[in-house]
């Protein structure tokens, strides 16, 4: 079976996070929309360009030059300073929790891209399917663009998404390296030092094609192991793993776009209590409590409406979520608003071993995590849709929910 990976890197991730900054704390210029750069400080001797705008991109202005370069390019680019690294870091674990809805199995490749394995994570989706719908949701979801790159191995899912931007997603499977990856310069083959281009260009490697047609065994004789590499590379060889390290999220959440409208809160509540068992099971999986719910409703005219509810205690009930996050809807929706998306969070979430028990509730605790371990032994077996309540069935053959379950 193929591995199905993608790679998902945010673009100008600098920049698009201070332009983001800039909107929410009341600007109304949006900089990633004009020719400008965020800056070091040039007074101080440490003025180049951390990161650019397509617009500056545009008149040759490159990363890591002098600003004084970058002047000269375009004498009336605007220079911005950069956010806190903190609040960089911030808006990349936004990216991060939203993946983490589709797959547990996340390399974090720099703070700004990340390997998604969604081998086993599917669920009668297409790879290319969940790519384009974590593009759009980073888009509408967290007001930034990012690509993503669509392929059977990292390698590929790396090559993809450095293809056209912004805003795109790019497939590279094994049938299509060779048109859409062999014409490319050598220069962009992935793990390719500068140092080796002129090298290879001395022997007449001038694509990636070049490279992949040349005698592997002469490449490793003049490279070394690293000359295997990169020959196996510019044949869209890789068996590499997605590395990731387990992290504990800080939220979990789960949602679903419909196709058309739904204006019923009779329609509302099944596909609530759907996502809810999504998020009931990962915090169990994760031997977590949350303490807090919180709901979402789109409208079609792309309207957000949220609202939050504190839980009377640390839980991981589906029952007990369930109970607040109906109730919030009741409290929220009125019925004949066209609703076009509905999604569940839950946060301030702890770890179950530093719960504090009611003696009060340990009989209605006990009855409900017998349930819910029942429950989750036969999905764990058998597949999450395995076995579902009475009151979800027919919604979920109907609905696709993001899932990383």
């Known amino acids: 079976m193929n591995k199905q990976i993608l790679h998902v ?31 070091g400080d040039e007074e101080n001797r440490r ?9 500056a991109k545009e008149y ?56 998604l394995d969604m081998t086993k994570y599917l669920k009668n989706r297409t790879l290319l399917e969940i790519g384009k719908e974590i593009n759009e949701r980073a888009r509408k979801e967290l007001g930034f663009t990012v690509n993503v790159g669509v392929a059977h191995n990292k390698l590929l899912a790396k090559m993809a998404s ?5 805003d795109k997603v790019h497939t590279l499977f094994e049938d299509e390296i060779e048109t859409k990856m062999w014409n490319l310069p050598v220069s962009e083959l992935f793990m390719l030092g500068k140092k080796t281009v002129p090298k290879l260009n001395k022997i007449g490697i001038n694509t990636i094609g070049d490279l992949a047609k040349y005698d592997k065994y002469e490449i490793i004789k003049k490279f070394g ?9 510019a044949n869209g060889i890789d068996n590499s793993e997605v590395k990731y390290i387990q992290e504990l999220p800080k939220s979990i959440g789960h949602s679903t776009t419909f196709p058309e409208d739904i204006t019923s809160i009779d329609k509302l509540e099944p596909i609530l209590l759907t996502l809810t068992e999504h998020v009931a099971f990962k ?11 919180n709901l979402q409703l789109r409208t079609n005219e792309f309207k957000n409406y949220s609202h939050q509810k504190k839980l009377l205690s640390s839980t991981s009930s589906t029952q007990e979520i369930y109970k607040i996050a109906k109730e919030i809807l009741n409290e929220m929706y009125k019925n004949g608003t066209p609703i076009r998306l509905i999604g569940i969070k839950v946060d301030n979430l702890i770890n179950k071993e530093d719960e504090q028990i009611s003696i009060f509730s340990c009989e209605k605790t006990n009855t ?27 919604t979920s053959k109907n609905i696709k929910f993001n899932s990383a379950e």
Request: glycine share 6%; proline share 2%.
């Open 9 to 39: 890197d945010v673009n100008n991730a600098f920049l698009s996070w201070t332009a983001v900054e800039m909107l929410k704390n009341g600007s109304n210029i949006d900089i990633r929309t004009e020719p400008c750069i965020i800056g």
């Open 47 to 55: 003025g180049i360009v951390i990161a650019k705008s397509m617009k």
């Open 60 to 115: 040759g202005i490159v990363t890591a030059e002098t600003i004084y370069s970058a002047k000269n390019k375009c004498p009336w680019i605007k220079i911005y300073k950069g956010l806190e690294y903190c609040k960089y870091k911030e808006y990349s674990n936004k990216l991060y929790n939203l993946l983490n809805e589709y797959t547990d199995i996340i390399e974090r490749f720099s703070i700004d891209e990340c390997f």
């Open 162 to 166: 450095d293809f056209e931007k912004p």
């Open 225 to 233: 192991k690293h000359g295997s590499l990169i020959w196996e590379y």
């Open 283 to 293: 915090l169990r999986k994760y031997n977590l409590l949350a303490n807090t719910v």
């Open 368 to 394: 409900t995590e017998k349930l819910d371990q029942t429950v989750d032994e036969i999905k764990n077996k058998y597949g999450f849709g395995a076995i579902t309540l009475a009151g979800t069935l027919e």
